[in-house]
């Protein structure tokens, strides 16, 4: 298909096709005249993976190119790609990590990991972003909120289980890595959002709302 006809079936405009194209998020079609170049079902499919994962999942440009970069690197190694895509949705902005608050929820988080034998890399950047929770959450006095970390974990535990599965179960290595970055992103901005709605819900229901 020419590029008109991807933008019509993608839903994105000529112009930002083009800007993929150049930051190299989008792979080069096959050139048929000079400035004209055909583009196939795959390069469909890379497309909508790119716009789902900074329209939907908030990635920004540089971390939609990592993630697209790491699908074909680390096209046999799921646990690295999944480390690429979870340092993608990483939050930009990171709270100051020397406070004796904060090593004090890192320490936290890796006594967590040990009592529930999770088998987690030591450096991955995923311990330093649930202790930075934990260390705002302990500044501001919440403890509501800390004694519940068990069933955060427990949540979690089981969330993943179900989604490691639906990776492995995919039939080919293509298909089990492109779930691996959806559901990294996706299943992110899923979960958070099923939790607004549980949210409302619980809200009305405690309260005696109609």
């Known amino acids: 298909m020419r590029v008109g006809e991807l933008s019509r079936r993608s839903g994105v405009p000529i112009p930002t096709i083009k800007f993929y194209l150049r930051e190299g998020l989008l792979p080069p ?45 680390h096209a046999n190694d799921p646990l690295e790609l999944l480390g690429a895509a979870q340092t993608a949705v990483e939050p930009r902005h990171r709270p100051d990590r020397t406070t004796p608050l904060w090593q004090a929820a890192r320490e936290r988080v890796v006594a967590l990991i ?68 959806v559901g990294t992103v996706l299943g992110e901005a899923l979960f958070s959002s099923l939790r607004l709605l549980a949210h409302q819900h619980e809200s009305a229901r405690q309260l005696g709302a109609g």
Do not use: C, F
């Open 29 to 73: 079609g096959v050139a048929t005249a000079a400035n004209q170049a055909d583009y196939d079902e795959e390069h469909l499919r890379r497309l909508k993976l790119i716009r789902a994962v900074i329209d939907v999942g908030g990635v920004t440009v540089a971390g939609a190119r990592e993630v697209v970069t790491a699908l074909g690197a």
């Open 114 to 181: 040990a009592e529930r034998r999770w088998l987690i890399h030591p450096e991955s950047p995923a311990i330093d972003l649930v202790a930075d929770a934990i260390a705002a959450a302990d500044s501001l006095g919440v403890d509501e909120l800390l004694a519940q970390l068990g069933v955060y974990a427990d949540t979690a535990d089981q969330l993943a289980a179900v989604e490691v599965r639906a990776v492995l179960d995919r039939p080919d290595p293509a298909s089990r890595m492109e779930l691996v970055v």
